[in-house]
Nanobody, 124 residues
Framework: VQLQASGGGLVQAGDSLRLSCAAS????????MGWFRQAPGKEREFVAA????????AYADYVKGRFTISRDNAKNTVYLQMNSLKPEDMAVYHCAARGTGWGRAKFVYEYEYWGQGTQVTVSS
């Protein structure tokens, strides 16, 4: 499956952004989808994940209550609504897909497919 992330940009602290990730080449509803981010000099870290039908979601503590992951299986797209952005949210955001179970959805190495990333820059 191929993944194409979009929606990043330059915003001020407190603003909102919505990222999108369009999938192609596979049956989208068969995949658990995740968002990860990587800041310069840091390891890639988990942000959020959503199960096949959207019935289960998971968030990293540092985004819980501010970010919302959702998916539209009819459009083969997963979204990340980011509110109340902080300078520490600045990173390249990647979407990822895994064809295995929901368990361990927070782990980078559990995902088989990755998008190219979209830059989110937050100014203070």
């Amino acid at each position: 499956v191929q993944l194409q992330a979009s929606g990043g940009g330059l915003v001020q602290a407190g603003d909102s952004l919505r990222l999108s990730c369009a999938a192609s080449g596979g049956t989208f509803s068969n995949y658990v989808m995740g968002w990860f981010r990587q800041a310069p000099g840091k390891e890639r870290e988990f942000v959020a994940a959503i199960s096949w039908s959207g019935g289960n979601t998971a968030y990293a503590d540092y985004v819980k209550g501010r970010f919302t992951i959702s998916r539209d299986n009819a459009k083969n797209t997963v979204y990340l609504q980011m509110n109340s952005l902080k300078p520490e949210d600045m990173a390249v955001y990647h979407c990822a897909a895994r064809g295995t179970g929901w368990g361990r959805a927070k782990f980078v190495y559990e995902y088989e497919y990755w998008g190219q990333g979209t830059q989110v820059t937050v100014s203070s």
